[in-house]
C-alpha cells in the first residue's frame, strides 16, 4: 500500500484584529475623558511544523482540544485552505464532510443538493441517477426529497450529506465532527458504512471528542496541541495521552 496523503512542514496563520487603548502621553484631562481605542492585528499560527504521512487504507483519528489546529488541517489537506509554510500532497479524489452543510444550499431540495454536492465533487449527472435512490433511502428522507433542505433538522441533514459523500466511492474520506449531531442509531449506521469502506482499504481521517467513537473506528491517532503534533501512534496510546494531558490542565 502506498501513501495516501503526505504533509511536510505545514504551516497556516491568520490574522486577528484585537480592539486596544491608544498608548499616548497621559494628560489630566485624560482621567476624565474616554480614551479612544484602535485596532490592533495580530499573527495566529493555527498549524505549524506539523509533518506526517497517511499510508492507503489507515483510519486515523485527529485528537486535541477546541483551537488546536484539527479542522484546519483537515481543511488544508481537502484544498479548501492553502497553507503560509510547507506542503500537502494527496494521492487521490477527498470526499470532505468538514462542516454540517457544507455544499448545501438551503433554497435548493435534497434532490437538487445532491446532484450539486456531487457535482462539486466531480461526478457526472449519469453516476449519481445511479446513486440517487440508495443516497435518499440511507439518509432516511425519501418523505422529503422535494423539500428545501433548509427546513431539515440537523440530523436529517448530516444523515444525507455523510450518504452523499460515502457513495462517490472517493479513495479518501474526511469527517470533522459531523458525527456528533447525529443519535446512536445514525452513529451505528455511520459506523457500518465506515468499516466497510475500510475493507475496500479507502483511507479516512477523523476529527472528533467522542472517545468511543475513536477507538472503535480509527486504528491510529495523531494529537494536535497548539498548532503542533505531540503525539501519533496507537488510537488507545494517543487517547491516554491526551486524557492525562486534559486532567493535568483542569
Known amino acids: 500500500m502506498g501513501e495516501s496523503i503526505s504533509v511536510h512542514d505545514l504551516g497556516i496563520k491568520f490574522h486577528i484584529n484585537q480592539r486596544g487603548r491608544r498608548r499616548k502621553g497621559r494628560?489630566?484631562?485624560?482621567?476624565?475623558?474616554?480614551?479612544?481605542?484602535?485596532?490592533?492585528?495580530?499573527?495566529f499560527w493555527a498549524l505549524r511544523n506539523v509533518s506526517l504521512t497517511i499510508q492507503q487504507g489507515e483510519a486515523v483519528g485527529i485528537i486535541g482540544r477546541n483551537g488546536s489546529g484539527k479542522s484546519t488541517l483537515l481543511r488544508l489537506i481537502a484544498g479548501v485552505l492553502l497553507p503560509d509554510e510547507g506542503r500537502v500532497q494527496v494521492?487521490?479524489?477527498?470526499?470532505?464532510m468538514l462542516e454540517l452543510s457544507a455544499g448545501f444550499v438551503?433554497?435548493?431540495t435534497a434532490r437538487d443538493n445532491v446532484y450539486l454536492l456531487s457535482a462539486l465533487h466531480g461526478f457526472s449527472r449519469e453516476q449519481v441517477d445511479e446513486r440517487f435512490d440508495e443516497i435518499i433511502r440511507w439518509a432516511e428522507v425519501e418523505r422529503f426529497v422535494d423539500s428545501q433542505i433548509r427546513h431539515?433538522?440537523?440530523?436529517?441533514?448530516?444523515?444525507?450529506a455523510f450518504s452523499v459523500v460515502t457513495r462517490l466511492e472517493e479513495p479518501i474520506l474526511l469527517i470533522d465532527e459531523v458525527l456528533a449531531v447525529g443519535d446512536k442509531a445514525f452513529r451505528r449506521k455511520c459506523s457500518r458504512v465506515i468499516e466497510g469502506m475500510m475493507s475496500e482499504g479507502?483511507?479516512?481521517l477523523l476529527v472528533s471528542h467522542n472517545e468511543g467513537d475513536l477507538e472503535r473506528?480509527?486504528?491510529r491517532g495523531i494529537y494536535l496541541k497548539a498548532g503542533e503534533v505531540v503525539a501519533d501512534g496507537p488510537i488507545r496510546d494517543v487517547l491516554d495521552l491526551y486524557a492525562t494531558d486534559s486532567d493535568r490542565e483542569q
Not at 29 to 43: A, N
Not at 91 to 96: H, M
Open 202 to 204: 479507502r483511507t479516512m
Open 91 to 96: 494521492n487521490g479524489g477527498v470526499g470532505a
Open 106 to 108: 438551503g433554497s435548493l
Open 217 to 219: 473506528l480509527c486504528t
Open 152 to 160: 431539515f433538522s440537523s440530523g436529517m441533514r448530516a444523515r444525507l
Open 27 to 43: 494628560q489630566l484631562t485624560q482621567v476624565f475623558v474616554p480614551r479612544k481605542f484602535e485596532t490592533v492585528q495580530r499573527e
